[in-house]
């Protein structure tokens, strides 16, 4: 599959035949089941719009409006903060994101680093739960103390700049006709609310990955490999004959250290690598420990807060 060729019938075909039945549509209302009844001439019309969107680096608006679904979670109903939204995208143009997310997927997945687990084939949390508790059991065999920092982003996947985006992209080996393709799906996203059988008007969204789409949590992880690459120093822990300076799932981060000196360098970059990309550390969520066989104070501070020490966390 060549990444800067036409979209094949067999692409098409490979995502629709994933999707679910039964999902609400988006703001087009072409519903899933309307899709995978397609027979050889509705996907090679499908296949033909597709095609005409990738060689024309455009889309229809349709495909770049989300419809938002405020869902009540508990508590006073006339507070909006106890309300979460999830995002309804078209149908059609969520299986053309599928379609580019697996050509933005072989340029990129081979670069990004193996301590990144998060959306990625063949790993998932076991592999970062193994390894962490691998480290630590080495280390407390051989008296070694290790410094954690687990790492919380607010609101993360809403807070990434496009304008980075791009630059990682391009870093990352995508280029030419696939980079126009993400970015027109982006170049005019929209967002309206339904609720109670009403909706209200479409307003722009110029920050943050789509909800909902196919490419966004590959864009996502290859966001946080750049920044995760580029805060990187000398410190870290030994694990066999490598050094591990920090485990990846997504955004949730672990930093790594001997020392708590050295812990602090590694989130003074880690935290001036995210702010310059547009990301925040919680300082009320992330909190750090220390495995040692003697207890000890180990303060930890990103900007002028400090973090809180716990002796145990729940991690993943």
Known sequence: MGIGLSITEAEVAKVVKKLLGGKAPGVDEIRPEFLKALDVVGLSWLTRLFNIAWTSGAVPLDWQTGVVVPLFKKGDRRVCSNYRGITLLSLPGKVYAGVLEKRVRLIVEPRIQEEQCGFRPGRGTLDQLFTLSRILEGSWE?????HMCFVDLEKAFDCVLRGILWEVLREYGVHGSLLRAIQALYKQSRSLVRMAGSKSDSFPVRVGLRQGCPLSPILFIIFMDRISRRSQGMEGVRFGDLRVTSLLFADD?????TSGRELQLSL??????????????????SETMVLRRKRVESPLWVGDRLLPQVEEFKYL
């Open 268 to 285: 003074d970059r880690f935290a001036a690598e995210c702010e310059a990309a547009g990301m925040r550390i919680s300082t009320s969520k």
């Open 253 to 257: 981060v672990v930093l790594l250290g």
């Open 142 to 146: 051989f008296a070694q103390p290790v």
